[in-house]
């Protein structure tokens, strides 16, 4: 938002539900770049409620945002760029690196 006053009260509680529910909108439509940014966006948003305004946020908006997206967006996932692969996992055709069969 481009207000001049940072928002407060309702406002904000209603601005941080409005950006969840953008963000999960993102997910949805397999927007990773867009989800990432509408979800630490809200983040923000959501650690400068007071505990009685974080009573208001809807449940189900915070258990996509604390829980499911978390898990996709955490810490300790792949930052964005990185393809996250080492190139040392298996190549599904059931060969070790010399060519034979592996056993199973």
């Given amino acids: 938002m481009s207000d001049a006053q940072p928002l407060s009260g309702e406002k904000l509680v209603k601005e941080t539900c409005r950006r969840i529910r953008l ?7 397999h927007e990773n770049s ?3 940014t509408e979800r630490e966006r809200a983040l923000a948003l959501y650690s400068s409620l007071t505990a009685e305004q974080k009573k208001k ?5 915070l258990v996509w945002l604390r829980y499911r997206s978390e898990k996709y967006f955490g810490a300790d996932r792949t930052p964005p760029g ?6 040392t996992g298996r190549s599904g055709t059931g060969r070790s690196e010399t060519g034979r069969r592996s056993k199973r």
């Fill in 57 to 61: 946020i809807p449940q189900v908006l």
């Fill in 23 to 29: 963000a999960r909108g993102h997910w949805d439509a």
């Fill in 34 to 36: 867009s989800c990432r």
């Fill in 82 to 87: 990185g393809n996250g692969r080492s190139g």
